[in-house]
């Protein structure tokens, strides 16, 4: 039963121009809401996050946004940037869990120059 | 700040022998993780510990892996015997707590490949 889902394995963007990725759950739980980055051989980073109260949270390039009546978050980045070709996971935290994540499956981002 | 360590980089191993995972999680950090991350999948968590106390380990398939925090600092993380669908990447995070939101800090990984 996947509870955070990433149907999209991966994604091409052209250098400069915006890169979508879309996260869907399924537990209405779930109170805080987070992006990583990953490199081959490395582990994941945070990128950013959203809390449940919230519908869109910005820093820098990255933004996310929150759609709670569609269980459905996504992150834009504009410009995308050939160093943003990376995996990126969508994960979620349910409420009084202690901080324990679940994660999607990512997707894997190529932006091209 | 140092990172989150973890050893080794790599293992291979056959199917039914033994292997251990170790991580050292960022100074000061009370709360630790163990992730396993199947190749094309998310991480997944296996255990979680708080000082050297189990705070989770409600998907830690205990027949076969084991985890310890002693001192509640270091872990070991331990497969015996090991299945050839073990094989994945081990993820070892930190953070400093465990209740309100408090960001990870991963280690690079122990990738194990079962033959």
């Known amino acids: 039963d996947q509870q955070v889902k990433q149907n999209s394995p991966s994604l091409s963007v052209q250098e400069g121009r915006i890169s979508i990725l879309n996260c869907d759950y399924t537990n209405s739980m779930f109170d805080y809401f987070l992006w990583y980055k990953k490199y081959p051989a490395e582990g994941p980073t945070f990128l950013i996050s959203i809390s449940s109260i919230k519908d869109k949270n910005e820093d820098g390039r990255f933004t996310v946004f929150l759609n709670k009546s569609a269980k459905h978050l996504s992150l834009h980045i504009v410009p995308s940037q050939p160093g943003d070709s990376a995996v990126y996971f969508c994960a979620a935290r349910p409420s009084g869990a202690g901080n324990m994540l679940t994660f999607g499956g990512g997707t894997r981002l190529m932006v091209k120059p | 700040e140092a990172g989150v360590a973890q050893s080794p980089r790599y293992k291979i191993i056959e199917k039914r022998q033994s292997v251990a995972f170790w991580c050292n999680p960022i100074s000061g950090h009370a709360t630790l993780y163990w992730y396993q991350q199947i190749l094309g999948q998310g991480p997944k968590l296996l255990i979680q510990f708080q000082n050297n106390g189990v705070v989770d380990d409600s998907q830690l398939p205990k027949d076969r892996f084991s985890a310890e925090r002693l001192k509640g600092v270091d872990s070991t993380l331990k497969i015996q015997p090991a299945k050839l669908e073990d094989s994945a990447v081990y993820l070892c995070?930190?953070?400093?707590?465990?209740?309100?939101?408090?960001?990870?800090?991963f280690g690079s990984g122990t990738r194990l490949t079962v033959v």
């Open positions: 995070a930190s953070s400093l707590g465990k209740g309100a939101y408090y960001g990870y800090t």
